[in-house]
């Protein structure tokens, strides 16, 4: 059951709000009762933040006073996540993860590990042969401290309150794409059921789709910058997302999102936001309510 969208404008410094939309049945929702936007996030509350770095990945998670990150885009996006960081009153990490070794996800985690203390690395242990992968995993070798996970289905872990179960990939062995091995995290926070699954293409989905935690999503981080081979109908009737935000690059030379992606998501019921006319997506739910703030609200389209 969809609910209502109310627009109400914020004077925010750089992220204006766009809009309120209400989970579950009819609530009532009053437009400033919600808070996104620059400076820290509120108590009581997920937040999660698509940072726009361009064609790549990086996801804040924040909750419970805890701050994780998820992927932190190509190494010349590394300062650009490190002052978003810090503008959202990160001070140190509870945890970072690498969703695949790719620059365009792991390429700025060194540049994170190099600015702020942080405490667990959670990654896959698929290999990748790269200067830049092998970078990021010589500053988690120089960060002091830091302990490091590597996660498969089944994993499961607690975000200052919220339940974090890793769906992919499969704990009995990796897929034979690099892509499909991308580390899908679920977060369950009360009703509200949020998925970021990296760059997983066709067989992850399938995995994913045939497994024990299909339902409604109230978020998803659209795999793959919204490629063509990502976003079954398959997966997205098995999951339904409300809202589905894309993460890619303005004029990006692989046509990301596809416009079949788009199509599909639309007849899935789902609110698109993409940080390539966005910019910074900013997701904050509280209770029963979804606030969705954007960066460019006038590139918004209802
Ligand atoms: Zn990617």
């Not at 004077?11 to 579950?24: D, I, K, N, Q, T």
């Not at 937040?47 to 992927?71: N, T």
Request: hydrophobic share 40%; aromatic share 6%; charged share 25%.
């Amino acid at each position: 059951m969809r609910g209502g969208v109310l627009r109400c404008a914020r004077g925010l410094r750089r992220v204006a709000a766009l809009g309120v939309l209400a989970l579950g049945l009819l609530q009532p929702v009053a437009c400033g009762g919600a808070s996104g936007g620059v400076g820290p996030p509120p108590s009581g509350a997920l937040s999660v933040s698509f940072i726009d770095v361009g064609q790549g990945d990086a996801v804040l998670v924040q909750a419970g006073g805890e701050d994780y990150l998820v992927d932190a885009g190509n190494p010349e996006e590394g300062p650009v996540v490190v002052d978003f960081l810090r503008e959202r009153g990160v001070e140190d990490l509870e945890g970072l993860v690498s969703t695949s070794g790719d620059a365009d996800h792991s390429g700025g985690l060194a540049e994170v590990l190099e600015a702020f203390p942080v405490e667990r690395v959670y990654l896959s242990g698929y290999p990748k042969d790269t200067l830049t992968y092998a970078g990021f995993l010589r500053a988690v070798r120089a960060e002091e401290g830091a302990e490091v996970e590597r996660v498969r289905a089944g994993y499961g872990m607690e975000w200052g309150g919220v339940r974090v179960d890793v769906l992919n990939p499969p704990s009995g062995g990796f897929f034979s794409s690099s892509n499909d091995n991308s580390v899908a995290l679920l977060l369950t926070y009360g009703q509200a059921r949020v998925l970021l699954a990296g760059d997983a293409e066709r067989q992850a989905e399938e995995y994913m789709a045939g497994g024990p935690y299909t339902g409604p999503l109230t978020l998803l981080k659209v795999s793959h910058h919204g490629s063509e081979t990502s976003s079954s109908p398959l997966f997205l009737s098995r999951f339904r997302p409300r809202v589905a935000v894309i993460q890619c690059g303005r004029d990006n030379p692989y046509g990301h999102p596809d416009p079949d992606v788009l199509e599909r998501l639309r007849r899935a019921g789902a609110r698109v936001f993409r940080t390539d006319l966005h910019g910074d997506v900013i997701v904050t739910i509280h209770r029963d309510l979804v606030e969705v703030a954007v960066e460019n609200p006038l590139r918004a389209r209802p």
